[in-house]
């Protein structure tokens, strides 16, 4: 069989990433640079200006990571959405011109369906149900005829923003989520937070909003970060659980920036080992955003014939992943 290469491009928020993948050798370069805001949250302009001056770098390191050129790759794909705007933008731009000057296809990605195929071939899981967990987004998702289906999520900010935001009102520093985690392991107190979830979705806006008003009342910060996590996870480990049921799947994958936390692996695995469901989490190099995960997504899209004209690959910044049809899964 002849060799595929494909070069993922992402950047819909703070990750500047460049990824190779192979079909016969897998992922041969995954190349990320992240940007930090100094002060606040992502400021959008602030993030694509540091992905347009990265770029450059991280394409000729990932080319010569992967030992090739340009005109040995197959195609170029992108992640189109969901994401910011102004960051969206950047990897778009670099995409659409490798496309044109090296005469090659391009692949639309979704970033969400990049996390969610990462995960299973990094995991070798055919077919779990998804517990995706980062920055942007907090859901639970599998397969069903053709498309993956969203089996909960959150209502308003997702898990990773709750901690993340947290962290970073009370300057224990970013990422949020090791920081408040460092502090769990030293709590003692499960303080009374709201623990709100409705049907099968979860809210955190209520919870960060109150673990910040016991904080300014001087609440001990180890207590806050014991109590944060643990009703957060927890939310979260319930609606999978109702999901594993329904969805009568075998195994269960953890995937997305927050799929690094130990903590929250360890309650996943002890759910899945009441369902008799195998538990894992996603290799931590592929856990937050990064090019590889859009090659190898590109590449699958691109083998069941997914390819876009330049002039119609416009952004798209509020992509849902279940718009996304499915070809590659035959199940
Ligand atoms: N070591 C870690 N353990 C757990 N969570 C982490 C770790 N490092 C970063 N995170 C969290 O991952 C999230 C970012 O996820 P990522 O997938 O990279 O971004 P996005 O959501 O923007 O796509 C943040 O909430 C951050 O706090
Ligand atoms: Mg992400």
């Not at 010569?64 to 170029?76: D, F, H, L, P, T």
């Not at 709590?187 to 008003?213: C, F, M, N, R, W």
Request: charged share 20%.
């Amino acid at each position: 069989m002849n060799e595929i290469l494909v070069i993922g491009i992402e950047s819909t928020a703070h990750t500047a990433g460049i990824g190779i993948f192979s079909s016969t050798r897998g992922i041969l370069a995954n190349e990320k640079s992240e940007y930090k805001p100094i002060s606040g949250g992502i400021h959008p302009r602030e993030a694509a200006e540091h992905h347009s001056k990265t770029f450059p770098s991280l394409l000729k390191s990932a080319l010569e990571k992967a030992n090739c050129r340009m005109k040995e790759i197959a195609a170029v794909a992108v992640a189109l959405g969901p994401g910011m705007g102004p960051c969206l933008r950047i990897g778009a731009s670099l995409a659409r011109a490798l496309a044109l000057k090296y005469g090659k296809p391009l692949v639309p990605v979704n970033h969400a369906i990049a996390h969610i195929e990462i995960a299973r071939y990094s995991t070798r899981m055919e077919d779990p149900l998804v517990i995706y967990v980062a920055g942007g987004n907090t859901l639970i998702t599998t397969y069903v005829e053709g498309r993956y289906r969203i089996f909960g999520e959150t209502l308003d900010i997702s898990l990773g923003n709750c901690l993340d935001t947290f962290a970073r009102e009370t300057e224990l520093g970013f990422p949020g989520v090791p920081e408040v985690e460092k502090l769990y392991h030293k709590g003692t107190q499960l303080l009374d937070l709201p623990y709100i979830v409705k049907g099968q979705d979860v809210s955190y806006s209520g919870l960060l909003t109150h673990a910040l008003e016991l904080f300014k009342k001087g609440y001990a910060i180890e207590d806050l970060c014991y109590s944060l996590v643990e009703i957060a996870y927890s939310m979260l480990v319930e609606v999978a659980e109702r999901a594993l049921v329904h969805t009568k799947k075998k195994e269960i994958v953890l995937t997305g920036g927050v799929a690094r936390s130990k903590i929250l692996q360890k309650k996943l695995f002890l759910m899945a080992k009441i369902h008799n469901a195998r538990f894992s989490s996603v290799k931590p190099e592929y856990a937050g955003d990064n090019g590889a995960m859009i090659a190898y997504a590109g590449y699958l899209a691109l083998t069941s014939g997914i390819v876009i004209p330049v002039d119609k690959s416009f952004i798209k910044p509020l992509w849902r992943l279940e718009q996304v049809e499915i070809p590659w899964r035959k199940f």
